[in-house]
């Protein structure tokens, strides 16, 4: 009893500060991989992703937008160019990851990047469109990634994009049956 008393608080209080000092270590040394990997664990709470974010702006360390094309389901590491953000530490960017935009889901997004993947990256919405299978993406989906400025690099603004949600789903659907 009496070294219940103290042993197991004592015990535990240094295996905290070995992680609390692992931790700081990895904020100060790594601070690009640390963010994304704090960004990854709380991927479906968009008020500790905003945090996050603030966290990263603070630090200087670039957050790139969610892009159909370059983000993966989860946040990933982007390597600058050495001219387009010297002050950004070590050299990185956290891209957004698709999964993390609200109302899109993980499996979904997993499902357009292993399709991107195998057939390189879409050339429009209507290549988009073509090329998802429709049981993983819905217009709500589409909509939601559009106002997230996903398909920003297609060349279309997200009016537009948003506006076409509709038409990309029937491509998508049509597509599917013309694939059955």
Known sequence: EKFAGYGFNKS?????????????????????????ALMSLDIQHTDKLAVFAQEARRMQIPLLPPDVNKSEADFTLERLPDSAQPSAPGGSAIRYALGAVRNVGMGAMAHVVEVRKAGGPFKDMMDFGRRVDPRYVNKRMIENLARAGAFDSLGVDRRQ????????LRAANAAAAERE
Not at 21 to 36: C, E, G, I, S, V
Request: aromatic share 16%; hydrophobic share 65%; no cysteine.
């Open 161 to 168: 994009a948003f506006a076409s949600a509709e038409i990309v």
């Open 12 to 36: 535990h209080a240094a295996a905290y500060a070995v992680v609390a000092y692992q931790t700081a270590w990895m904020k100060a040394n790594r601070p690009a991989p640390f963010l994304a």
